[in-house]
C-alpha cells in the first residue's frame, strides 16, 4: 500500500481554518457581556497575527484579551457609542419616525462600513499603539480592502442569520479576513 503524501501548505490550510474556527468559539465567549466584544475581536486579531510564534489556544488568547483591555478605555467606549447610534437609528426605523424609508436604506450600508471599519481597528492593533491613532489608520486605510471587509461582513451576516448555528464560529472567519487584509499593507511586525 502507498502511504498518502500530503502537501505542507495542504496541512497548513487546514490548521489555519481550525485555528480560526476555535478563534472565533474564543471570541465569541469572550463577546458575551456584549462591551467586550471590539476588544475580544481586537484579542483574536492579534492572536492570529502572531500565531508563527504561539499557537491558538485559551491561554495565548486570554494574554491577547488583556493586553487589549490594559491598552485604554477608548477600546471599550467608542465601540459601544457607535453601536448606541446604530441601535437608535434602528429603533427609529421600526417606528416608522419621519424619514425611516431613508434611514432603513442607509442604516445596513452604514453598517457594513463601520462593521469594516472596527475589523480594521481589530487588525490594526499593536502593544503599544494608542486607540485614536488606531482609529485613524482604519479610517485613512487602503479603499480596496476596506470593501473586501464590507462584502466579508455583508457575508458573515447573511450566513449567520440563515445558519445561526454557525454564529460562534463567524468571528474567527472574520478576525481572518481583517488580519488577511492588514497584511496586504503592513509588514509582518510593523
Known sequence: ?????????????????????????????????????????????????????????????????????????LGFAVPIGVGTVLLADWVAVTAGLPGHETLAVLLPLSAAVIGALALRSAAAWRPGATWPRIYRSATGADVYGTVLLIMAVAVAVVICSTFPVVTPLAAGQLALAAVAVDARVRPRHA
Do not use: K
Open 1 to 73: 500500500m502507498n502511504p498518502v503524501r500530503r502537501h505542507p501548505m495542504n496541512t497548513s490550510r487546514l490548521t489555519l481554518l481550525s485555528e480560526s474556527l476555535l478563534l472565533g468559539v474564543l471570541i465569541f465567549l469572550a463577546s458575551l457581556p456584549l462591551v467586550t466584544a471590539f476588544i475580544a475581536m481586537t484579542a483574536g486579531c492579534a492572536l492570529l497575527r502572531d500565531r508563527g510564534d504561539v499557537s491558538v489556544g485559551l491561554r495565548p488568547y486570554a494574554r491577547r484579551l488583556v493586553a487589549v483591555t490594559r491598552t485604554g478605555p
